[in-house]
């Protein structure tokens, strides 16, 4: 019998990618998603194929799956900052509750729970490169303290979920990932970057650009997930690409793969804004035999071609 998943969050970026990849794997997936920051577009390839569900619900309410479950992936959440700064109470819900709400059921099913968590739980770090082992530097009353806390909580939930009921349960720490499906306004800098440079306008650049990322091309990514949510590993684990580069490097690079002639524009730094961000995937290495295989000028020229597709669609929209 074909095991089973459910994704919630499953019409998101991260969500509908990882939504393939199962049904790849040979499992059948139910996708839930109420849709506040996910799109269905990302997942109607999906629709109407033998072994794919997809369910309109807000993982905060009461969860009700028929039949039987063998993976929970909790990644329902806004996940930029112009969402959940937009969605602030809404992110916090879906950390607290909408973890909560998942745990159940994994309970309920005796499945493998896997929850999405993020490098925002470091927060502006200290510690360089941030191990897992590293308990973060986050302001909690700060303009991102609601997703940060969002997420620190969920992990406090899910181990507790582990440790008092015996659920079988996996956290990956998720570090910036990029790829086809993101949206164009979220506000993180790929997409920005990218929008700008093909539309000619100046890249932002938010302080003096040296702050920096580690981006991770979502195909990596979701590898990643699907050895840990097939591994034994209850704790936390770092999936990121460690190739550390400034958000000014980044930039230029972005100029070079799109050959876009547009300038730099600097702005002042958002409040909070982390100055450095590099995974330490030593336990991934060890444990799961993961590391990333995509450089970011390749995973770049990989996304290139659907972001010039949705701004010429948005193009078409707007001057109708």
Known sequence: ??????????????????????????????????????????????????????????????????????????????????????????????????????????????????????????????????????????????????????????????????RHHGVETRIVRIFNTYGPRMRLEDGRALPAFLSQALRKEPLTIFGDGRQTRSFCYVADLVEGILRLSRSSCSDPVNIGNPGEVSILDFARLVLEVTGSASGLEHRTLPVDDPKVRKPDIRKAKELLGWEPRIPLPEGLRMTLPYFKEKIRENAGTEDR
């Open 1 to 162: 019998m074909k095991q089973r998943a459910l994704v919630t969050g499953g019409a998101g970026f991260l969500g509908s990618h990882l939504c393939d990849r199962l049904l790849a794997e040979g499992l059948e997936v139910v996708a839930m998603d109420n849709l506040v920051t996910g799109s269905i577009r990302n997942i109607e390839h999906l629709i109407g194929r033998e072994g794919f569900r997809f369910v309109k619900h807000d993982v905060t309410e009461y969860i009700h799956v028929p039949g039987r479950v063998d993976f929970v992936f909790h990644f329902a959440s806004p996940a930029s900052p112009v969402d959940y700064q937009l969605l602030p109470i809404q992110t916090l819900k879906v950390g607290a509750l909408g973890t909560h709400k998942t745990l159940g059921l994994a309970k309920e099913k005796g499945a493998v729970f896997l929850l999405a968590s993020t490098s925002e739980v470091y927060g502006d770090p200290l510690v360089h490169p941030q191990p897992e082992s590293y308990w973060g530097n986050v302001n909690p009353v700060g303009p991102r303290g609601v997703y940060d806390e969002a997420k620190r909580f969920a992990e406090a939930m899910t181990m507790a979920y582990h």
